[in-house]
């Protein structure tokens, strides 16, 4: 279970606080455990000592990175049930996708451990012409410096990890604010962080709410910020000054069923009910709109609810439940809201649509009008709507009449449906006989449009992280 309190981490070191802060149970809604607020100087303090780490963790080795990663990924084997319980509690996670997400913090320091030693430059061949006879040019990546992180709810181990983990590979000191309603799992990296020889001030893990983290965000000491969240990222952005920026901003996620996919529609439903409810939909690649070919559309519908009303919801501890709740009751209400508004519209409720507290059951609509919330924004719940299509170029342009384009998905046998749907697809990924639900923590995961700009991805943090020198050499 949880401990009574935890601390916060200021330049590696465990801090206690008289001011505490709450984390609920997100089912009971009882008080799980509470952390310690860091007072009003220690942001500053976070600061100064991740600048005076730069020059530290700089020359702190590949080798020597790569050994701090792996000791965590030890560690967070060992310490998989508390971490994935945790997880459980704190954010109402399904047991079962906790353990899951606890792999996947383990994998993405693995995969970082390896790429540790793997910050390359290249050689270029710079004799383009005969004015440039005996000149050679090299290049290397250095770390940028001080970096700040700011994380959401959602994934409070992996997307933290994602963050965490590419920072140490590229030698960079950071700041880390992870959501005030998700803190503990990040709390816990800093303990293990803090049992390694990092040099001092190499992180701090500071328990902000959302109006403290200015610092973060404004502080030109700062050289990258790297945000995961809502809309609010691009005005984070414009107050950031000069300093790098990477965003990861929400999408509503579309899946497209081909006419050819009728003879495997087990399959294609299975996935898509994963999509779309996996951890309450409250993920940014949550299978939010549905676009099946008009001779398959009513065989898919028919079978896509009967398959959704036989998930099971309730308290996500126990390990035959699929559905837990959303994060607060705010978020089921907002919602339910956008769902009680696109039925008014003309909407139609195939299953679902109900909700207790912060219990939302799991919603399917068809009919949703194209200017109604639950189609243009970001759901990020148990929800996801149907419509037919005629023509596979009608499907991309449904899909791409959004003003998000994290990641799609689509199932087809058609090479060329494939193939188009890459080059056509205003998304920054296309899943092919899959659901955008799919991520692996070595791919480069980002959107564009309203859904962020930069990518994530351990190699591709890495390389945000660092900037290139160049070394030209003439032979005399």
Same mark, same amino acid.
């Given at each position: ?6 601390? !916060? ?120 012409? /005969? ?6 040019? !090299? ?39 992870? /959501? ?23 992180? /701090? ?37 000069? *300093? ?57 519908? *028919? ?133 955008? /639900? ?6 480069? !995961? ?13 190699? !591709? ?11 030209v050499i003439r032979d005399i």
């Amino acid at each position: 279970m949880l401990n009574k309190t935890y601390p !916060y981490y200021l330049a590696n070191q465990a801090q206690t606080s008289k001011t505490m802060m709450e984390v609920y149970d997100k089912y009971s809604g009882k008080v799980a455990t509470r952390v310690a607020v860091p007072d009003a100087g220690a942001t500053e303090k976070a600061i100064k000592a991740a600048v005076k780490a730069a020059g530290p963790m700089k020359d702190f080795r590949p080798w020597a990175r790569q050994a701090v990663l792996q000791h965590c990924a030890k560690r967070f084997e060992e310490r998989k049930d508390e971490l994935a319980m945790a997880l459980c509690v704190e954010a109402g996670k399904p047991i079962k996708d906790s353990a899951g997400e606890v792999t996947r913090l383990i994998e993405t320091f693995r995969i970082a451990a390896e790429e540790a030693v793997r910050v390359n430059g290249e050689t270029l061949n710079l004799e383009l012409a /005969s004015r440039l006879d005996g000149y050679h040019g !090299y290049t290397k990546r250095v770390p940028l410096g001080p970096v700040s992180f700011i994380t959401p709810f959602n994934f409070p181990l992996n997307l933290v990890a994602h963050k965490v983990a590419p920072a140490i590979a590229a030698g960079c000191p950071f700041v880390l604010k992870p /959501s005030e309603k998700t803190p503990i799992g990040a709390l816990i990296i800093g303990e293990i962080l803090a049992e390694t020889d990092l040099p001092k001030g190499a992180f /701090s893990v500071l328990t902000l709410d959302g109006k403290q983290a200015g610092p973060l965000v404004e502080d030109p000491r700062f050289k990258l910020l790297s945000f995961t969240g809502g809309q609010i990222g691009w005005d984070l952005k414009a107050r950031a000054g000069h *300093k790098k920026v990477t965003l990861e901003l929400g999408g509503n996620a579309a899946c497209i069923v081909d006419a050819d996919q009728k003879s495997r529609l087990d399959k294609v439903i299975e996935r898509l009910v994963f999509g779309a409810f996996y951890q309450s939909g409250q993920s940014c690649i949550s299978v939010q709109r549905i676009y099946a070919h008009e001779s398959l559309y009513d065989e898919l519908k *028919k079978r896509l609810v009967d398959a959704v009303k036989q998930l099971k919801a309730g308290d996500p501890k126990k390990k035959d439940v699929f559905l837990g709740p959303m994060i607060d009751e705010a978020a089921a209400q907002r919602l339910q809201g956008w769902i009680d508004e696109a039925q008014k519209a003309g909407g139609k409720i195939l299953c679902g649509g109900k909700r207790k507290g912060n219990m939302l059951e799991a919603t399917l609509m068809e009919n949703v009008p194209k200017d109604a919330k639950a189609n243009r924004m970001e759901a990020f719940g148990p929800f996801a709507l149907l419509a037919p299509f005629k023509r596979i170029g009608d499907a991309i342009a449904m899909v791409n009449d959004s003003d998000y384009g994290l990641q799609a998905g689509i199932f087809t046998d058609s090479l060329d449906h494939a193939m188009r749907a890459w080059n056509e697809l205003e998304q920054g990924g296309v899943l092919v006989n899959d659901v955008p /639900s799919f991520r692996v923590d070595n791919m480069p !995961y980002g959107g564009v449009k309203l859904s962020g700009i930069g990518r994530e991805g351990v190699r !591709y943090a890495i390389e945000d992280m660092t900037e290139i020198r160049l070394m030209v050499i003439r032979d005399i």
